[in-house]
């Protein structure tokens, strides 16, 4: 049996420990800071990432997977780092350091330190659900609350997309429709109610948002999108847009905009029993025009009438699209980029088709041949 203060000391002696100007000299490290919450928002080292000693074993292999990464752990006075830097040994981890003096004498010595910005108590309590995720935690929900996100449309997929972007405290949403709510769109469209029926879309929704969530910030376009205002209503700086545009001349206007200022798109679509969803992110992965460089040929053009659709069938669509831009704007897992979700709500099949860049894309190609705006006429079959 050994006391406290032995164990620490054998402890000591099994581990790498580095003073701050050793481990500041290592090439790449992370930097894990290993204390307990309230001591990391009274301030910490700059670039650390928070993982308390509780959890260290737990969520390392998220936050480094490479066993060969140099790490460097602190505490406040070098002794709870000392411990999970064993524990780190243990689990093959091997450039582990725990950074001599801690927290503690880093202070007072005068070195740089981070005041986190941090969540209040309500806003804590209202996202706890998210803080619990080591994905996302406090960082991420910050960055959800800091994130613009510009909903084309407040129809079938912008309705589930734009409460589910505003409960989970998405920090500005912008909604471009130019519609009133009638009778036949309640079948679907859940921003909407009975009470907004013939009030614009765009303020029957921010209704809804408003009473879903005061930290959202809703700025409403009641206009239709064309070439005359899609740089003003872009020039308020979003980060994402959520395409629930349900016509192509909206989405070749919103696809050539992205490309041209760098905005990723979650594009989806619905017909009758079918869905699709795709993320088109300018560079990295195949753009609309990739796909369809032109539209169709008038006989070729889908209907202009309204098609059914299963009720239900836009929810679905339109919360995939949500689940992809709360990952663009908490940074984090695989975006549907280059990759085509098709859903059939008939036999509940998802299929994955893969789609790749065209390097003869008149926009986001070598040689591209569109430059500027086009407005298409929107043509119909029938
Ligand atoms: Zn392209």
Known sequence: MSTYREL?????????????????????????????????????????????????ESRIEAAAPDRAQQIVLYCAAANRSAFAAKSLVELGYENVHSLAGGFTDWKRNGLEIVMPRTLSPEKRT???????????????????????????????????????????????????DADIVDET????????????????????????????????????????????????ILDDGWDIIVDGADNFPTRYLVNDASVWRGIPVVHGSIYRFEGQVTVFKPHEGPCYRCLYPSPPPPELAPSCSEGGVLGVLPGIV?????????????????????????????????????????????????????????????????
Request: with cysteine; proline share 5%.
């Open 318 to 382: 339109g919360t995939l699209q949500t689940n992809e831009a709360l990952k663009l704007a908490a940074e984090i897992g695989d975006p549907l980029v280059g990759r085509l979700l098709l859903f059939d709500a008939l036999t509940t099949d998802f299929t994955e088709v893969k789609i790749r860049r065209n390097p003869d894309c008149p926009v986001c190609g070598e040689h591209p041949t569109v430059t500027e705006y086009i407005d298409y006429v929107e043509f119909c079959t029938r």
């Open 8 to 56: 620490l000391q054998r402890t000591k002696n099994e581990i790498s420990e580095v003073d701050a100007t050793e481990a500041k000299g290592l090439d790449d490290a992370l930097w894990i800071d290993v204390r307990e919450q309230d001591e990391w928002q009274e301030g910490h080292l700059p670039g650390a990432i928070h993982i308390p000693r509780g959890y260290l």
């Open 185 to 232: 769109n309640l079948q679907r469209q859940i921003a909407h109610s009975l009470d907004t029926l013939g009030t614009p879309k765009v303020d029957s929704a921010k209704r809804s948002i408003e009473a879903l969530n005061p930290d959202v910030n809703v700025i409403t376009y009641r206009e239709r999108l064309t070439s005359e205002n899609i740089d003003r």
């Open 126 to 176: 209202r996202y706890s659900r998210h803080l619990l995720i080591p994905e996302i935690g406090e960082e991420g929900q910050l960055k959800l609350l800091d994130a613009k996100i510009l909903l084309i449309g407040a129809g079938g997929l912008g309705s589930p997309a734009s409460l589910y972007l505003a409960a989970a405290g998405i920090g500005t949403l912008g909604i471009v």
